[in-house]
């Protein structure tokens, strides 16, 4: 497979490069993901009717359970890592066309990346909606009533059920958001998949709609993905060291600044 100098080079001759991230983007941060080795999903495969919507909606047990969880949910903690602010050189150096993440942790923001640069296809733990009225408020606010006892806070406006503005298994994506996603894919040259499983539709497929479109696919990941035999490099480095080696080989392309003497 192709060496990271390789696909630096690809990054380097680009104008517009779309990363696409995954929860292994943030376990250097703390946070786990579902999947690989230390995954929530890996150590208990129970857990994953906490992000189904039925179960939410049928059962107040789990909301009361994942109100516990968000309310010490590690991205409250976490900071960005090495990765993170690779994507923020690689926003400076004038090559990213998006982040498309499917990460909730809001870390791509807060390493610095610019807002309108950030595609959030899964959306966000900073938000929570109501699944009656569908009205949106800040997670901070709900979680002083779940601090202040209230197990599975109800709607202040209508008393319907509240979760995280965030996309469960059953639910939709919103489509204004992944029509985002799909043109940031369609539209560049270099599509690089960063710390996902590649197992979560119709998110993967973005992998297709660059390919199709003529982008030289990157996949970074430890583990194989379905994807890889789409790929035109696989590198299977750890995501905090792979992405600064790949930035930085192409921001010291750049010729030194005149001294001043
Ligand atoms: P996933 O758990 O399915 O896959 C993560 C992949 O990253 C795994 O294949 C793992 O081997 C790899 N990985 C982890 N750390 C790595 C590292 N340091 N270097 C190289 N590879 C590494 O994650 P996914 O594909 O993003 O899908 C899971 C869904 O879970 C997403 O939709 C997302 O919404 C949600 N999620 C988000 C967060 C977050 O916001 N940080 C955390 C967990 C889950």
Redo the contacts with the bound molecule.
Sequence with gaps: MRDVQTVAAWIAGANKVTVLT???I???SG???????N??WTRNPGSQRLFTLRDYLDDPDIRREAWRIRREHA?WTARPNAAHYALVELENAGKLRAIIT????G?HQLAGNSEDIVIEV?GS?YEVECLSCHARTAMSDTLERVAAGEEDPACLRCGGILKAG??SFGQPLVPAVFDAARRAAAECDVFLAV??????QP?AGLVDVASRRGAKIVI????R?PYDGRADARI?G???DVLPRLVGEVTTDEPPAASAG
């Design positions: 995954g929860a292994g943030s376990t250097d946070i786990p993901d579902f999947r690989g080795p995954g929530l991205a499917q990460n909730i942790d870390l899964h733990l965030t996309i710390g996902t499983s590649l197992s979560v998110v970074v990941n430890a583990e993905t299977d750890p995501i905090g």
